[in-house]
């Protein structure tokens, strides 16, 4: 009952007679108006509560406002006003959280701590032919890093007072070292560490995006290297001119000793050059250098490294350059083995020396024929190799100071005829015979009518006379007999890589473009019956058994590769390239392209594949020249020389680390000079020369040089 009691309602006397008792009703809608009940005593108050219902409407308009807001897209202005400091503040500190981990996962992909320790510059690479004949060097002269604890302390004063007095104070940046430089005009506006992060990971561009990276990326290296860390691979890779890169380069090169024995002199003249290498380079410009020596020594008066005094008893340093450099930087060969080379190099800071497959006397050999040749206004290609793709020889035009373009390797051009070989070898695959004969009447139906040489036609000819004649409506015809899929197919078998458009029946006529080097290597695959033959400029290391597995070799049948050299000896035994014909056995066929704009000779003799090119680089017409003509006997008399060399015999070649530095001796180290017992010994304040039997002894130190007593023993 006490469940239904809250429904029960006793009316006292002011109501219903005493004892009369009833219900509540269910709703509130439905009870009476009571004044006596509390809950409604509010109704009749004298005033209502104005504040409560105002605190109550002010809190539904908040959270109305706050969910319409909440439901706004980030990029209106509404969702991001009347947010409280706290929500602020969280999302702030989130958001340069975000940044920085954003930050350092920028800087260590693209500012890596181990590129400051590379060199900037690719170091120095010197070819040697075969035989260890030097014939091209090139890169710059990078020395070994330096350390500085081994560095004199003048050497390092000298950087620091002209470049950065404030380095070991500093992090990264420095306010006051800026505004020095604008005011006195001496001193540089960037530390040494924003050098090092502009030399090692930058661009030279002058702009404010790359002046923000700059002090970005040394702040960066500031906070994981140490100082001397800095400074050490700062020195070891600025540039001082003359192709000299780091500092013990520099020291060797312009003053013949290392950087640990530099003179005070020598290291603020050294230390002057690095605000405009080329400029001050003394080698050049030795009074340039000279007066900013006299400016980085008043600087290191300025900071309190020397005294007055000091500095105006320095010397002027004199140079001792021994370093010459006689060998061309590049050649035909050089151009296109170099960068072959360096793909397989570390990276490094010592110098290279790489033996190459040229061959000096063959080399020799191809620069003598071309340049006897009469080319007239014509340009001329060769490139020698062996059956393997090993290349002897490359003459990539009359005079590569003129021209460095090499026309063996980069020039894409029409092989006319010579592609034919891809043509005929696709037909003997597929079965065809030498002695099987095609139509060789004019083509007079179609859009593409080709012709023969001289308008020479037969009713029929046999493969063997087609190929010797080089009938381009014969080629023609089997081209389209055979099918271009499978002409293709052969000629990618054979190491071609250019673009062959299928279904074009010009493209048996040479009508695609590939390089002289692209070309000749085919040729080798078929002079060696295993393609394809990939030409290389280095030692090729023996292949192993994953290599092997990997690396399939292609050959003709014995039936079919007899065949194909039938018709290579056809053509220059009887052919259009009679003027190749040698007293052995030789294999080779012409090319000419339409208006004689190319005019090639490609074929193989002993041991060795040549191929040749003569045209004009704006591909204008030659002057009536045909693959039949200067090629061919440009390759005859290379050949007839080439096969009668004997095979080159090795040289010495040169020693990779260079001259013995003079200035490398230890302390009361002695050094024999003679038989007779004359010696040469290092002693802490000078040298001294001696000789068994004599009493006497010559001493060189700063005192000059003077006679002593030597006590016998």
Known sequence: MGLLDRFWKRRGAGGAQSGESGFYALYESQRPLDHDDEPLRFRTAGSPDYDSWDSRLGTLDHSVEREERRRLPFWRLGFWQGRRKRWWAVRIVAAMLALFLILFAWLAITAPLSKS????????????????????????????????????????????????????????????????AVWTGTGGGSTITQQLAKFTF????????????????????????????????????AYFGDNQYGLRAASLHYFYRQPENLLPQQAAMLA????????????????????????VVGAMVDVGYLTQAEADALPDPVLDVRTSNDLPTGTYFADWALPIAREGLETGYASQVLTTTLDSQLQALASRVTSRAALGDAQVALVAMRPSGEVVAMVGGRNYAESPFNRATQARR???????????????????????????????????????????????ITLEDAFASSSNVAA?????????????????????????????PSLALGTSTMTLLELTSAYAGVAANQYPVRPYAFAQEEQGWWEWLTSPVDSASARTHEDIERMLRAAINRGTGRAAELPIANYGKTGTTQN??????????????????????????????????????????????????????????PDPEGPVQPFDIEEGEEI??????????????????????VPVEFRLDEDGLRVEPVEPD
């Open 117 to 180: 320790l590379e060199p900037i510059a690719p170091p120095q690479v010197t070819l040697l032919a075969s035989d260890g004949t030097p014939i091209a060097r090139r890169g710059a002269m990078v020395g070994e890093p330096v350390e500085i604890e081994n560095l004199p302390p003048h050497v390092v004063q000298a950087f620091l007072a002209i470049e950065d007095r404030r380095f070991y104070s500093h992090w990264g940046v420095d306010p006051r070292g800026i505004a020095r």
């Open 202 to 237: 930058l661009t030279p561009e002058q702009t404010l995006t790359r002046k923000a990276r700059e002090a970005l990326i040394a702040f960066w290296l500031e906070g994981w290297l140490t100082k001397d860390e800095i400074l050490e691979r700062y020195l070891s890779n």
């Open 272 to 295: 002057g050059l690095l605000q405009a290498p080329s400029r001050y380079a003394p080698t050049e410009h030795y009074d340039r250098a000279k007066a900013r020596m006299d400016l």
């Open 414 to 460: 029409q092989p006319g005829s010579t592609f034919k070989l891809f043509v005929y070898l696709a037909a003997l695959e597929a079965g065809w015979d030498p002695e099987d004969t095609i139509d060789n009447t004019a083509i007079e139906a179609g859009s593409y009518r080709p012709k023969n040489s001289r308008e020479r036609y037969s009713e029929s």
């Open 476 to 504: 023609v015809r089997l081209f389209n007999e055979i099918g271009s899929e499978r002409v293709i197919r052969t000629a990618r078998s054979l190491g071609v890589t250019s673009d062959l458009p299928e279904g074009d």
């Open 596 to 653: 004689f704009r190319d005019a090639l000779f490609v074929g193989y003799a002993g041991d060795l594949v040549v191929g040749v090119w003569v045209g004009n680089d704006d591909n204008s017409p030659l002057n009536g020249v045909s693959g039949g003509g200067l090629p061919a006997r440009i390759w005859k008399d290379f050949m007839r020389s080439a096969l009668s060399l004997p095979p080159p015999r090795p040289r010495a070649s």
């Open 672 to 693: 024999p000079l003679g038989e007779d017992g004359t010696s040469l010994r290092f002693e802490e304040d000078g040298i001294v020369l001696s000789q068994d039997g």
